[in-house]
């Protein structure tokens, strides 16, 4: 049975072109992003694309680490931050200030092009190196900007549609391989055109009534949908490390400002708590190693 869009993102080939792409839908997990601080609409629309768009690309890499955009503003937006580790769980969170308005670009909302910058980041979560790629802010959405970014960095031409709305998020993503024929190019441009001309192909019900709907006798192979989903991997532990590295000074003056230390997760809200006692502990010497 296939599944209906719901939380879902499924991967294809054209099996007769060098064409291949993905469709996401995210639904509660982008629900439950937004329910975690109140977004004004035009930045909750910003994040549901930016959210489809990095779930799409987390999904096309060989890699089994985490893919982490950070736009970092200078207009409205000060910071918008999406993350979406090798199983699909994703989390965001945003700064901004002033309004903003139901419409606003990504142009409008990170203000100067030459102070604002975008960062994705490939963390493999094994203490290996990261790798970095920074990205000129010169488009007006997140899907221009990273298609410049696959064809700079990957050297694969790539097309990325991005729509939220009325909670949900989804988006699709198309891919010319390298080695093209002209049957591919013939290919390509008519699926690029097929999905230019039909935006309301989105609202289908499930990945392969888009897909029929948008390449109608087209050879499309639809793999098995995978399930993204909101998670943080904030936790005890890590919130206890960034403590450590704020230093004793800075966290025995705030123990003497509010008597306790309260963090809160940037992306979940979960809030975590150190009475006296336990901040303390935080920086007693580490248990002599047992030999
Ligand atoms: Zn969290």
Known sequence: MIPPFNDNLTRFVMERAAVRG??????????????CHAYPSGLRRLIGETLAAVCLLA???????????QLHGAGTLRLLVVECDASLSLRATAQWEGPITDDALLSDLAGDVRASRLVLTLDPKDGGPLYQGVVALEGTSIAALLEHYLAKSEQIESRLWLRAADGRACGLLLQRMPGATDVDAAMWGRAAAAVDAAPAAFGAADAHALLGFLFPGDDVR??????????????????????????SAEVESILAERGRIGVDCEFCNRRYEFDPAEARALFDAPPAAVH
Not at 26 to 34: K, S, T, V
Not at 59 to 69: T, V
């Open 222 to 247: 639809a793999f098995r949908a995978r399930s993204p989903r909101f998670g943080c991997s904030c936790s005890r532990q890590r919130v206890a490390g960034a403590l450590r590295l704020l230093g």
């Open 22 to 35: 993905a469709v996401v839908s995210l639904d509660a997990a982008y629900r439950e992003i937004l329910g």
């Open 59 to 69: 999904n096309s890499l060989k890699f089994q680490g985490s893919l982490i955009l």
